[in-house]
């Protein structure tokens, strides 16, 4: 009988032995699904934030600009005509703008942004949108004059100014202007004054954020229904 037993239990040990792998999971297989689960879950709670804004609301308006945006792309184009009285020659104002690409602390002032009562805080940071102006006249449309810019939430701030002279050297062979800053304070006057004119200021700058937030949003909802069909 005694043998009997021992037959048995060794039988039932060799038997758990065989089974185990099949009945108990190994640890990364755990883990792997607890990842999918984690997943799983984050996106029926994006899916379900996103619903919630189906709707984005229009974007504002680009007047006097006219707004060609690009589906699917990180960056809009604005075009204005400017000109072509009496007095000014038409000109085409070409303005192409990123999405938001950068963020940074300081002020143009050099003043670090939070720096009062809520300085404990720490600095707010502010977004940074590339933008990069064209001014051809409808004379000349094989010359521009460029203008690199950085649009911030309050201001736009001018960074090189160079004339583009089309098909002719590579972009990599072109002067490319100064620094901006290196200018005589009466060339950054007159060169802001320039821009105003055309409607490329702090209101612009402005306009931009706030169309690029509403462009972000509608970006994101159209992926998240791409993915779904």
Sequence with gaps: MSRRLLRLRAYAAGLSQRLAPRLLPSRPYISDMRRSAFSDRLLRSLRSEISSRRAPS??????????????????????????GDDDEEEEEVRVDATMVDGATAPTRSGEVAGAGPDAAAGPQ???????????????RPDLALTFECSAWPDEMEVERVYPVRRGGPAAAQQ??????????????????????????????????HSYMENKEQTELVRNVVKKRH
Aim: hydrophobic share 40%; proline share 7%.
């Design 58 to 83: 229009p974007p504002p308006s680009a007047a006097p600009f006219a707004a060609d945006d690009r589906p699917g792309e990180q960056w809009i184009r604005l075009r204005r005509a400017f000109g």
């Design 125 to 139: 940071l502010r977004m940074h949108i590339s933008v990069n102006v064209e001014v051809t006249k409808a004379a």
């Design 175 to 208: 002067y490319m202007g100064r620094q901006f800053s290196e200018l005589d304070d009466e060339m950054q006057s007159a060169v802001h004054d320039y821009l105003e004119h055309r409607g490329v200021n702090d209101e612009l700058a402005a306009f931009l």
